[in-house]
């Protein structure tokens, strides 16, 4: 259906400050007021998101329902929203999760006002930050979005909650200024080039830089991004973060954030500075590797599950960043696809240890034991996300990992096998862990009278597992729709700029063609 | 074609799914959706068995699974001799194990009943799926799923410690046989383009012989750890805590099977690879020799059988590995009836015993159970070889393939594992059936079981003595009708003498095989009924070896010591510990605790007294003069 | 060198050490009034060194007359006790203070060299040449010195005055 | 020597507005017995009367009283900047001074007075002017600092601003003295023309060490933690804005149009700036006073503006003087904010006092937290905007090592912005805080915070002016 | 006839023992008399350059330096009385309720 220029994106990035501003009249005492009112925004928020899927013309690496408005002129900033293969599923998983988990945080109780204006405020500029094309603009919702999960962790998180967050805040900071620095040298760059002030995406991909710098611009980009994925070493904030964040806040973190940092790459970091690329293909491929089996083995041994299954998400997104670098079709396209089953698989065992966090308010491993008996339908769901999240056939996770190990393989083989180790090591630690708190007979006298989910978990629970079964039977739909734009990617990371002519629906233009020839 | 094949797929899964999704519904009820569900597939695929008796094959797809660029990977199926062959073994033998289990589990609670129905009924969806897929990824999947279903089903009463270990120890291990036949896949894409059959079939010999080596090894490496070969057999013996039907259905008959299956389909590859043939059928034979050594002394039924299916699975490969393919599957075949009727017969004196599993307390059931003693002794009968049943002609065949074909040593090992295959099973007969009973009470409590069970043990009796003279029919007998799909891949004539009964030389075979035999059954006779060589004696004399027989060589603590501990150790004293909390939030705390220092030193610098400003100050203007002066 | 200069010399060593006096003296009062000479010795020094005998009445007028009066009553109000300078005569904080000085002496004098010309007009000027200028080209300033005196005398009130 | 004519008074029209007001203010203070709440509002119209001349006047119109003040459009607008600040001080001051029972129109008039000495300081062309305006700024400062006399901090921070403030300007007058020796005046015109030798660089560094004592810079901000800690919060957050915005505003037209900075400055500012960044960022680490905390910032952020001073090219100009403006809005709410959160005698100005305010006073505190984050250069305010600004006009004149120092800096400074936001939201609250926001208070932060963000969404109305205004 | 560079000297000389006294003395009003000694110190290099030049500039200087040495006497001893009121003396070192 066309959609005629209704603009979408910027109805579905600012619809949630409508919420805001609902709540904040609310009065503070009667809280189930404002909860269902920040349930019913998150819905209708999912339901604007749909069109988009079923709107999104195949085929062409062009951006989709673009918006440009001017914003800053005398800098040449404009409002620039737009989306493509890549980020179309992360938008969807994005209001699809966050409704999942304002559902599953009917138990937070102190101060719900401000918890559901920071949570609505954190979807705003999350959808922000996958939309925007223009650099400025990227970096403003990049660095606003720390500020609501800062104070989702720090006010409603665990009892080490504040070093958590203010180690969350300062870290991404510290990257993303360094990010800063690498922009404004192209903002300049570009106003050298052609005279004009500009920082849309597809104006700066067109600049010629000289290689002594490429390399420090795409450290400072790429450090921004790692931290943010995590990559191996700039991954100590995220356990923390996780163990102490509320459910809700976890599953967001998880779900999307994660996924910022590898969009970074994919966006921005990537396509600038191809020869960097090359240079450094090897170093970040050992990282990611590094990343998968160091994350797994440590997951291994943790005892509380929140840990393990933050360490699980260092190995799984170590292999995104495995499929993002070995730079064929088949291993993006499973890096991409592993990132929403990530976000999906991921999101579905943060939201269920909350549940039963919120029941027994601990989360290591041998307080639990054969709760299965006393919960089956929570051990059902718990095991389905496992099998999701290790890679089991049939499920989401296999579809991914697969594809992103085979194209791996094609290119850098050692790496894939090594990463490949991940299956097994997934198996162990999360089966280990599944029996440690659901076989064995009831220990704990307080296991016994655990209740089983009620109507509104089984509902999260049962609308998490549906994609986890959409995805692992039927991937065609999200393939065939990333297809055009992740090799449009491939082709920018290769060094071909004519590419960005398609990427902008115009003709590509025979200078650009010519010249690019000259330069290979 | 296509439909009547989806049927033989979906009805198991639409069975599982019904059972699964409403099972606080189904509770008593669950056979009767369950059974069916098995049942009518079996038939189907006795239709579907009949066609492709006639010549007629089919490969196509129901609909594309994953398509990235020139990855297409189908939801297909193939159906010809080898997968007819086996969707026939499965399908049939589940059905009677499902209605057997109806018996075995009716005293489990009404939500358990029917979870265990619905996981059984998943296994047969994935096994079906496994056989029938038309490409190695689809295979992959079945394989998976069976893994999980085995997962599963282990870990049923999961109360029990050791089931859920057990469970869970199965799993992990055929993971890390996927992991290889993972890395197969990869490089069959990466030098091949595709993973549907005929793709890579029709284009293997492009594949240089190193390369073929490394893919069949790799599919090998898969196949041992899914039917618990040398290195990754140790899932298999623990497999046993789950329910009996289970181990029978999947432990002996189908799940185990699949590796066979598995190198049996990509004959085309192995045949490119003589080395990794050696490597399949030596390593099948060293399990043979290994598995058959630890049941000779093994004082539990089910332990016992689930190392003769190991040893017997190491036949097979020895089968498949000297490149006598329709031998290896002849005696998969024959394998499944047999192995399944006696593990049902166990589950059925484990019933009546009330779960007691030990030998040295049993003693002279036959005459309380009359109907499980019998087919209990019909099933060793035909595992031991003894000429009208059919162990015998499936396991000869493979001896004499393999004697054939050069492999004298591996012959050699193979008769020697058929005497002592001979010798353990006759010994749990006598101990289990026969002489005076050595636990009062476990002697009055027995009983012979309602006919839900006895019924289909009769059945497979029948089965697995006629099943044998399938070899005599017409055309080369079932390995004839096998040998139409391997002969047309590789028209190489070297195995021309098989089958039937050629001059001398294979008389000779068959004659040693079945003395090989009888003398088992009657060293077995004499030490455990006439105690002349007295068992206790002898253990006396030989304990060192009798207690490393006993502890299964201490291959579990081996790997325990080798793999799992060091790795638990390492990733949680110096990856965790040392590496993430000391060295790296070591340097991220460091930086802050550092900043901070520097801060506090620096703020020590107001020290609120002027003239220490004005001293500052007067610093501060000499530094900014001597900038100016010098520069 | 003659007479004139050497007697300028001499005239500049007694406006110094009456500097080092009023930082010497103990006693705070002793301090004023060696200020008090100071300001005066300057004042003779404008006279009669610098040609600028209108700027000397202004400065005894002003600056003794005014400035230091207001201080020296500001003294006698709070009855200050001498203040025992002996224990900072060897302390560290006068050794660093010293060498700051000394430094910051060296530096500027080191720029003494760049310093040509001498003070050879015997023009004097007086008070006319001075008005001229003031109130046409620092009209402005001038009239800002009324707010600012305006400003402190505000302040002072808001500050000092016993009853508010 | 032309005198002073007619249109020369029409140009000065808002100071001598100011002027009026104040006098006016004086006397009504003197007679009326009874402390009437109008004092501030007369003070508050007078400042929108000057701001109405402002307007009317706002334009190139040259040299004026004999080429000692040069009234262009940065002339102007900086008045409008001094002017917002002044109604903003004297408009909430008034909810301080009464619960502190200090509320006398001296405080009133002795803003205006400053006020109206900013104004000159901003388009003073002669040293001799800007230095004269700059003590009537200081001496009505000196005395706001110890306004509140009956409570010990105040009155030593007067007295510590008095001495170091005179001690430091007795060094501009030698510096001025050296000028007038070199370059033959003290009119920037001359020096600019004369040619530069090291006497004349020496002079003119010593004259600047007022500048850089006023813009609380490294080695010479000893000052400025305790004054700022101990001046009552209207005082501070007047002190803090004002006073620095006019000597930002004299040096983009002391040193980068007239003399230019290339040669003669890069090399003190680049050290003061690094100096100042690190001692500020640094001492605020473990800082555990609110004010004395913002005291340290303000040192960082005179670090930050040396960045863009630094750059010396035009879009440094526009960086320096938006700098200046945005630096204003952010600290004036944020005191406006600390001098109700504070309670009487200025009790609870302790972090761990202030824990848990978010509880009572959720929107005090997440309007605090907005002046925060924008100190903080959280992008979505004008904090953000000026930064990224400074910091790209210095990369574009190529100090590309100032720039990461800066950039990492403020990464570190973001810490103990958030430490305060941390004890304001994520603490329990100790003892409750019983505080009451008077209206005036209330309007003005709310005021102030719809201008940060505005202008941090969209910079374009403010920057465009602030461009405009600048040759 | 008398160099300037001699009076520069002088008057840095003055100029010196002033910031030597500010920088020694704990007497808050010594300080302040000190830096009225550095003033006018500075005052005479000023003449002695309006000499120099045989301008008159010089001397308005100094006329506007002595107006702000009497505003800010004024001011300053407004606040020392205060700090004397509320201290009971006028040594620098009772200052110290704020540090670090």
């Not at chain 1, 604007?48 to 013309?57: M, R, T």
């Not at chain 1, 500075?273 to 797994?296: C, D, N, R, S, T």
């Not at chain 5, 008057?11 to 830096?35: D, E, H, P, Q, Y």
Request: contains cysteine; proline residues 3%.
């Amino acid at each position: 259906m066309e959609m005629g220029n209704f603009p979408i994106l910027s109805v579905l990035t600012f619809f949630p400050l409508v919420g805001v501003a609902i709540i904040a009249f609310i009065n503070r005492e009667n809280v189930n007021v404002i909860r269902w009112t920040a349930f019913v925004i998150s819905v209708i928020e999912f339901i604007i998101s749909i069109p988009l899927y079923f709107a999104f013309k195949l085929g062409t690496p062009q951006f989709q329902f673009v918006e440009k408005l001017p914003w800053i002129k005398s800098w040449g900033a404009y409002y620039y929203m737009g989306i493509d293969g890549i980020t179309l599923f992360l938008v969807l998983l994005t209001t699809f999760l966050t409704m999942l988990s304002i559902l599953a945080s009917w138990s937070i109780n102190k101060r719900v006002k401000e918890y559901m204006i920071s949570f609505l405020f954190l979807e705003t500029t999350m959808i922000g930050v996958f939309c925007a094309l223009d650099l400025l603009l990227f970096y403003l919702f990049w660095e606003v979005m720390l500020i609501p999960m800062f104070l989702l962790i720090g006010v409603w998180g665990g009892p080490r909650r504040v070093y958590a967050a203010i180690k969350f805040f300062l870290y991404t900071m510290v990257g993303s200024v360094l990010m800063l620095g690498a922009i404004i040298y192209l903002y300049w760059m570009h106003y050298k080039a052609t005279g004009t002030l500009s920082f849309e995406l597809m104006e700066l991909l067109k600049l010629k830089l000289d290689p002594r710098v490429v390399p420090f611009l795409f450290l400072a980009f790429a450090l921004a991004f790692a931290i943010k994925v995590p990559m191996w070493p700039f991954h100590t904030w995220l356990p923390d973060a996780h163990v102490e964040a509320p459910t809700a806040g976890s599953v967001i973190l998880a779900g999307i954030l994660l996924k910022m940092g590898t969009y970074g790459f994919m966006r921005f970091c990537m396509p600038f500075f191809p020869a960097a690329v090359q240079k450094f293909a090897i170093l970040f491929l050992a990282l990611a590797v590094i990343g998968i089996i160091y994350g797994a083995l440590v997951a291994l041994v943790q005892e509380d599950i929140k840990k393990l299954v933050a360490y699980s998400s260092v190995s799984h997104l170590g292999t995104c960043m495995l499929g993002l670098f070995a730079l064929n079709l088949q291993s993006v396209s499973g890096g991409l696809l592993q990132m929403i089953n990530h976000g999906i698989s991921t999101g579905a065992l943060f939201l269920l240890v909350g549940m039963i966090y919120d029941r027994r308010h601990t989360r290591l491993i041998k307080e639990y034991g054969g709760i299965a008996k006393v919960m089956p339908i929570y051990a059902t769901f718990f095991m389905i996300a496992v099998f999701s999240s290790c890679g089991l056939p049939g499920l989401n996770g296999f579809v991914g990992e697969f594809l992103t190990l085979l194209g791996a393989f094609k290119t850098y083989p050692l790496f894939a096998v090594l990463g490949a180790t991940a299956t097994v090591l997934s198996a162990a630690y999360l089966l280990w862990m599944y029996k440690r708190v659901f076989f064995h007979e009831i220990t704990n006298p307080e296991n016994m009278k655990l209740k089983d989910l009620n109507l509104r978990e089984f509902i999260i629970m049962v609308l998490i597992v549906i994609p986890m079964f959409w995805i692992g039977l039927y991937p065609k739909p999200f393939l065939e729709r990333m297809q055009p734009s992740v090799e449009a990617f491939i082709k920018l990371a290769k060094g071909e700029k004519s590419v960005v002519y398609q990427m902008e629906g115009r003709k590509v233009n025979l200078a650009s063609l010519i010249s690019e020839k000259l330069e290979r | 074609m296509l439909k009547l094949i989806l049927a033989v797929i979906l009805i198991p899964l639409a069975g599982a799914m019904i059972n699964g999704l409403f099972c606080w519904k189904t509770k008593r009820k669950a056979h009767l959706i369950a059974v069916p569900a098995i049942a009518i597939p079996a038939v189907i695929s006795l239709v579907l068995f009949w066609k492709v008796a006639h010549g007629q094959r089919f490969d196509g797809t129901f609909y594309w699974w994953i398509s990235v660029g020139n990855f297409r990977i189908p939801i297909g199926f193939l159906l010809d001799e080898l997968s007819a062959v086996m969707i026939v073994t499965v399908t049939f033998v589940a059905t009677w194990i499902h209605i057997y289990s109806i018996g075995y589990m009716d005293h489990e609670t009404d939500r358990g009943y029917a979870k265990y129905f619905c996981y059984l009924n998943f296994f047969v969806f994935f096994m079906l799926t496994l056989v029938l897929a038309n490409n190695y990824l689809l295979m992959f999947v079945g394989w998976e799923g069976v893994g999980l279903c085995s997962y599963l089903l282990i870990g049923y009463w999961y109360e029990k410690a050791s089931a859920a270990n057990a469970g869970m120890k199965a799993f992990i291990t055929n993971r890390v046989g996927d992991f290889g036949f993972m890395i197969a896949l990869f490089l069959l894409y990466k030098h091949l383009g595709s993973l549907i059959y005929h793709d890579v079939f029709a284009s293997a010999h492009e594949l240089t012989l190193p390369l073929a080596t490394l893919i069949t090894l790799l599919l090998f490496m898969g196949a041992t750890g899914k039917s618990a070969q040398i290195p990754l057999y140790v899932w298999l013996p623990d497999a046993m805590e789950g329910p009996t039907p289970v181990s029978s259905l999947i432990h002996a008959a189908t799940m185990v099977t699949a590796g066979v299956y598995m190198v049996a389909r990509s004959h085309v590859l192995y045949n490119l690879a003589p080395f990794s043939m050696e490597v399949v059928a030596s390593i099948g034979a060293a399990t043979a020799m290994f598995a058959a050594s630890m049941a000779l002394v093994n004082n539990d039924l089910k332990r016992v059988l689930a190392y003769s299916t190991v040893s017997q699975l190491g036949y097979m490969f020895v089968g498949v590995g000297v490149g006598a393919y329709a031998a290896g599957v002849f005696h998969l075949f024959t394998h499944a009836f047999f192995k399944g009727l006696m593990f049902l017969c166990a589950g059925s004196v484990m019933h009546a015993l009330h779960g007691e599993l030990d030998m040295q307390k049993m003693g002279g059931l036959y005459n309380k159970m009359k109907i499980t003693a019998i087919t209990f002794i019909i099933g060793a009968l035909a595992i031991s070889g003894v000429p009208p049943l059919a162990g015998f002609w499936s396991k000869d065949s493979i001896l004499h393939h393999a004697f054939v074909s050069g492999h004298k040593i591996i012959w050699f090992v193979g008769t020697v594992t058929a005497a002592m295959t001979a010798f353990y099973m006759f010994r749990l007969i006598f101990l289990t059936f026969f002489g005076e009973p050595r636990d009062k009470h476990i002697y009055e409590i027995a009983h012979e079981n309602p006919p839900v069970m006895t019924i289909p043990l009769m059945v497979l009796a029948f089965f697995s003595a006629t099943v044998g003279l399938l070899a005599l029919l017409p055309g080369g007998g079932f390995e004839g009708f096998l040998n139409r799909l391997f002969e047309a891949a590789h028209h190489g004539a070297e195995h021309a003498a098989h089958g039937g009964h050629e001059a001398g030389g294979a008389a000779v075979l068959i004659l040693i095989s079945v003395l090989v035999a009888f003398m088992g059954i009657g060293l077995a006779y004499a030490m455990y009924m006439k105690h002349t060589p007295d068992p206790k004696k002898l253990t006396e004399r030989f304990r060192p070896i009798y207690t490393l027989l006993y502890n299964r060589y201490y291959v579990d603590e081996l790997y325990f010591a080798l793999f799992i501990n060091p790795t638990v150790g390492i990733s949680r004293h110096v990856l965790w510990k040392i590496v993430d909390v000391l060295i790296i939030d070591g340097i991220v705390n460091g930086v802050a605790r550092l900043c901070s220092l520097v801060g506090n030193l620096i703020r020590k610098i107001h020290t609120g007294f002027i003239p220490d400003y004005a001293w500052a100050i007067l610093v501060g203007i000499i530094i900014v003069c001597g900038l100016k002066i010098i520069f | 060198m003659g007479i004139y200069e050497l007697s300028f010399i001499a005239f500049g060593l007694i406006v110094f050490l009456s500097g080092v006096g009023v930082v010497a003296l103990k006693n705070p009062v002793h301090s004023a009034l060696a200020l008090l000479a100071n300001l005066t010795l300057t004042a003779v020094l404008y006279l009669s060194y610098l040609s600028a005998p209108f700027l000397g009445v202004v400065q005894i007028i002003v600056y003794v007359g005014a400035i230091l009066v207001f201080i020296l009553f500001v003294i006698m109000l709070m009855n200050v006790r001498k203040e025992d300078i002996t224990e900072t005569l060897l302390s560290p904080r006068l050794l660093f203070g010293l060498g700051a000085v000394v430094v910051f002496v060296a530096q500027i004098l080191a720029l003494n060299i760049f310093v040509s010309g001498s003070a050879q007009g015997a023009k004097y000027i007086h008070a006319k040449d001075i008005a001229d200028l003031l109130f046409t080209k620092y009209v402005l300033p001038f009239e800002l010195v009324s707010v600012l005196i305006f400003a402190a005398a505000c302040g002072a009130i808001a500050l000092a005055k016993k009853r508010m | 020597m032309v005198l002073a004519s007619t249109k020369d008074i029409y140009l000065i029209l808002p100071e001598i507005a100011l002027l009026v007001t104040a006098a006016v203010v004086v006397i009504v203070d003197a007679y009326s017995r009874k402390r009437g709440s109008f004092l501030n509002i007369l003070s508050s119209i007078g400042v929108i009367v000057a701001a109405y001349l402002n307007f009317k006047l706002y334009g190139d119109h040259g040299y004026a009283f004999g080429s000692i003040i040069y009234r262009d459009k940065l002339a102007y607008f900086a008045n409008y900047v001094f002017l917002f600040c002044a109604f903003i001080t004297c408009f909430y001051a008034r909810d301080y001074l009464l619960r502190e029972n200090r509320d006398y129109g001296e405080f009133y008039a002795l803003v205006l007075f400053a006020t109206l000495s900013m104004m000159f300081v901003a388009s003073s062309a002669s040293l001799l002017m800007f230095f004269l305006s700059l003590e009537v700024v200081s001496v009505c400062l000196y005395a706001l600092a110890g306004f509140v006399r009956d409570r010990d901090l105040c009155v030593e921070s007067a007295l510590k601003y008095l001495l170091v403030g005179a001690f430091s300007a007795a060094f501009s007058v030698l510096g001025m003295a050296m000028v007038y020796y070199a370059a033959g005046s003290l009119d920037i015109s001359a020096i600019s023309r004369a040619d530069i030798t090291p006497f004349l660089a020496v002079g003119l560094v010593l004259f600047a060490v007022s500048i850089f004592f006023k813009l609380s810079a490294a080695p010479f901000h000893f000052w400025a933690p305790d004054v700022y800690q101990g001046a009552p919060a209207p005082v501070t957050g007047f002190m803090m804005t004002a006073a620095k915005a006019a000597i930002f505003f004299f040096v983009v037209r002391f040193f980068m149009m007239a003399l230019g900075v290339k040669e003669l400055w890069l090399s003190v500012l680049i050290f003061v700036s690094v100096v100042s960044m690190v001692i500020g960022n640094f001492s605020a680490i473990r800082q555990m006073d609110v004010k004395r905390l913002l005291a340290y910032s303000s040192i960082a952020h005179a670090g930050y503006a040396m960045v863009a001073i630094a750059s010396g090219t035009k879009y440094g100009e526009v960086a320096t003087v938006f700098y200046a403006v945005a630096y204003c809005l952010m600290n004036l709410g944020a005191f406006a904010v600390i001098s109700v959160l504070a309670g009487k005698d200025e009790r609870y100005v302790n972090l761990e006092d202030l824990q848990g305010v978010a509880v009572e006073h959720p929107v005090l505190a997440a309007a605090l937290g907005v002046f925060l984050f924008s100190l903080a250069g959280m992008p979505g305010t004008i904090g953000f905007i000026s930064k990224f600004y400074a910091f790209a006009a210095a990369f574009k004149a190529g100090l590309y090592g100032l720039v990461l120092f800066a950039l990492i800096n403020s990464a570190i400074a973001a810490y103990y912005y958030l430490k305060v936001v941390y004890y304001m939201f994520m603490r329990e609250p100790k003892k409750s805080i019983n505080v009451q926001v008077g209206v005036a208070t209330g309007i003005a932060v709310l005021l102030l915070v719809a201008v940060v963000i505005q202008s941090g969404i969209t910079p374009d109305y403010l920057f465009n002016f602030a461009r405009m205004s600048l040759p | 006839m008398i160099p300037v560079s001699w009076i520069f000297a002088l008057s840095v000389l003055v100029f010196a023992t002033g910031a030597l006294g500010v920088l020694i003395r704990k007497n808050a009003i010594v300080m302040f008399l000190c830096i009225e000694l550095m003033l006018n110190g500075a005052n005479i290099f000023f003449v002695g350059v309006s000499k120099m030049r045989g301008a008159a500039e010089g001397h308005i200087f100094v006329l506007f330096m002595m107006a702000i040495a009497a505003a800010e006497a004024a001011i300053g001893m407004a606040i020392i009385t205060a700090f004397y009121r509320r201290k009971g003396g006028v040594e620098v070192d009772r200052a110290d309720l704020m540090k670090w």
